[in-house]
């Protein structure tokens, strides 16, 4: 792993934490370090501490994005998880608008799951903290929102029922699976008059087609290919995203080479899911699976007795 920031130190918890201990770690952490109860008026400090905070937590937190800083290290998320630009949200997160409803996603098109630091001090003290809003917000809602893969790829408008009530809600097209989304002031109202409603905050969840197994911008699909198409190599046809067709859904010709590994990979550019926010597509990965027959006829046992030999 590249040198960095040490999430799992920041968080005082072992690298084989599990997700609900690394939870518990963060609201203890977060409670304790919050700027308004700061001691001895080191406001300055513990924010930068409240922030280190959060930045580990949105990483650890998210079972992908935990593997690759594993793998890579906190540079990995330079940018994103980092926060701090111009132009962005506390956190890295950008604010944007969909219709009536503004919603926050993080600068490396990836949300940061259960995050939001400041709910944290709302559920135990019963205000936002950093000055508050002019007075007392309610409550926050979270709730999961189940859409199908042509809705991901080219958005929706559905009216979904919470608990502040029946609202109408825009989802914008190339959501991924696991997003989170904010529609601010659409969580329960203020329990004092001068007060601001609190927000709902969706996570989204895609019902992806059984062949994708989906990775950012990427899909990674396994092929099957018989034993004697490995060695003499063959074409096949792949499932990708279209985004021309109603469904989302086309496929497309690749060629497989001859000698062929059990686990090979080949890439078909731009076929993956379209860039969220951005241009272009993501890519679709086939990894070869040989099938070798369980039993052989005595003719293609002779056969290859002969091949053993030549």
Do not use: C
């Amino acid at each position: 792993m590249s040198t960095g920031k040490d999430y799992y130190q920041v968080l005082g918890v072992q690298k084989s934490a599990t997700q609900e201990q690394i939870k518990q770690a963060y609201r203890k952490l977060a409670r304790e370090h919050h700027p308004d109860v700061a001691k001895d008026g080191d406001k300055a400090g513990a924010e930068k501490r409240f922030k280190e905070i959060n930045e580990a937590y949105q990483v650890l937190s998210d079972p992908q994005k935990r593997t690759t800083y594993d793998q890579y290290g906190s540079s990995a998320f330079a940018g994103g998880a980092q926060g701090g630009q111009a132009g962005q949200g506390f956190g890295g997160f950008n604010q944007g608008q969909w219709g009536p409803f503004s919603y926050s996603y993080s600068s490396n098109g990836q949300n940061y799951g259960d995050f939001d630091p400041f709910d944290v001090f709302e559920e135990f003290f019963g205000f936002r903290g950093f000055g508050g809003q002019g007075g007392r917000k309610g409550k926050s809602l979270r709730y999961e929102l189940v859409i199908n893969f042509v809705e991901s790829l080219f958005g929706v408008e559905k009216q979904v029922s919470v608990e502040s009530g029946k609202i109408s809600i825009k989802i914008p097209e190339g959501v991924r699976d696991g997003m989170e989304l904010r529609f601010a002031g659409k969580g329960m109202p203020s329990k004092v008059a001068d007060g601001v409603p609190g927000d709902l905050f969706l996570t989204i969840r895609v019902l992806y087609p059984k062949e994708f197994e989906v990775y950012g911008d990427d899909i990674l699909v396994k092929k099957d290919i018989d034993f004697t198409d490995a060695v003499l190599g063959t074409t096949i046809e792949v499932p990708v995203v279209d985004l021309s067709s109603k469904t989302g859904l086309g496929t497309a010709k690749m060629k497989i080479p001859e000698g062929t590994q059990f686990g090979s990979r080949y890439m078909l550019k731009g076929k993956g899911l379209p860039k969220y926010r951005g241009r272009g597509q993501g890519n679709i990965v086939v990894q070869i699976h040989i099938i070798f027959p369980k039993r052989v006829s005595k003719a293609q046992r002779d056969l290859l007795e002969r091949y053993k030999m030549v």
